[in-house]
């Protein structure tokens, strides 16, 4: 799980260089579809790893992701700090969230 997370970053830094890069869209497009072809399994693997655990014990970002699950827009707000921004983007790698 961890290598798909590290996956999907080099894809969308090489989609960010070059948006027509069909090799890294398709890419990008395998890797998710890898990661979340099966939703609880993905969940799963990512309780396992220490990382994401602790992302999910720290009560700053469970306030956080209550409000953006009650508030869709406080999403915007909250990425505006990167250190929040690592912790949402490496919750979305694991399959834990999904932004809609």
Same mark, same amino acid.
């Given at each position: 799980m961890q290598e798909a997370g590290k996956a999907m970053s080099a894809y969308e830094k090489a989609l960010e260089i070059d948006p027509n890069n069909a090799e890294a869209s398709e890419g990008y497009k395998q890797t998710m579809m890898t990661v979340y072809s099966d939703p609880e399994e993905a969940r799963k693997r990512a309780m396992g790893n220490p990382e994401i655990?602790? /992302?999910?014990?720290?009560?700053?970002?469970?306030? /956080?992701?209550? #409000?953006? #699950? +009650?508030?869709?827009?406080?999403?915007?707000?909250?990425?505006? +700090?990167? $250190?929040?921004? $690592?912790? !949402? #983007?490496?919750? !979305? $790698?694991?399959? !834990? /969230?999904? /932004?809609?």
């Open positions: 655990q602790s /992302i999910l014990r720290d009560p700053a970002m469970r306030l /956080i992701l209550e #409000q953006m #699950q +009650n508030d869709p827009k406080a999403l915007q707000e909250h990425l505006k +700090n990167p $250190e929040v921004a $690592e912790k !949402i #983007q490496k919750l !979305i $790698e694991s399959g !834990i /969230i999904a /932004i809609r």
